[in-house]
């Protein structure tokens, strides 16, 4: 896993938790997370709710590999809080899926 330090940017810290979903390092996703995170996913114009945990459940048990692409990514920081947002793309076994968006990720910053 990566390995971020406090002094991580809030963009690190993103593309450190996408690093381990290909590898599909549950641990190391948790240890990146806030107990209480949740998702929204957004299939066919409705949202999904999950807790993020339930989602990296789910991430870890997949069958193809997962990698997500970001890029053009923007990070605003207000003191302890931060939220990313970015473009991406999904790509299961090496191919591009039909997932293409943005993603809004808000970082908090743990004592």
Excluded at 14 to 22: G, Y
Excluded at 70 to 79: K, L, M, Y
Aim: aromatic share 6%; hydrophobic share 40%; charged share 25%.
């Amino acid at each position: 896993m990566p390995s971020p330090t406090q002094d991580s940017t809030p963009i690190a810290l993103v593309k450190a938790f996408l690093s381990c979903v290909k590898t599909k390092d549950a641990a190391s996703m948790r240890a990146l997370i806030h107990p209480k995170a949740t998702a929204v996913l957004i299939r066919d114009d409705e949202p999904r709710f999950q807790t993020l945990d339930d989602a990296i459940d789910t991430l870890e048990k997949a069958d193809q590999e997962l990698v997500e692409v970001t890029w053009d990514e923007v990070e605003h920081i207000d003191g302890g809080y931060a939220t990313v947002w970015t473009n991406f793309s999904i790509h299961s076994n090496g191919k591009a899926t039909a997932s293409i968006g943005f993603e809004l990720v808000l970082v908090l910053e743990q004592p």
